[in-house]
Nanobody, 111 residues
């Protein structure tokens, strides 16, 4: 059974950066698209970024130019590099792939 484990969240000041990781165990990682979603307090979960098996990427308008999604198939890991973070980026970030969700990692942007 495939499991996804996120890491890299934390507390950062506005304008700062974080890199989230989503590591997969099991499954044929290289052929599966992976997405990052987030849920902010009091809001619905939203799609942040996605990457296909071929490396094509897509982003929510709110993060374009600031976030970058990438994958390392050898390490079975997808990354989300987040720059120029804003308080409104505060949320629990989840990765999704293989039809399963990770447990989430908290990102808090605050001074």
């Amino acid at each position: 059974q495939v499991q996804l484990v996120e890491s890299g969240g934390g507390l950062v000041q506005p304008g700062g950066s974080l890199r989230l990781s989503c590591a997969a165990s099991g499954g044929y990682f290289s052929i599966n698209p992976i997405q990052w979603h987030r849920r902010a307090p009091g809001k619905q979960r939203e799609l942040v970024a996605g990457i296909t098996s071929g490396g094509e990427t897509d982003y929510a308008d709110s993060v374009k130019g600031r976030f970058t999604i990438s994958r390392d198939n050898a390490k079975k890991t997808v990354y989300l590099q987040m720059n120029s973070l804003k308080p409104e980026d505060t949320a629990v970030y989840y990765c999704k792939g293989f039809g399963v969700w990770g447990q989430g990692t908290q990102v808090t942007v605050s001074s």
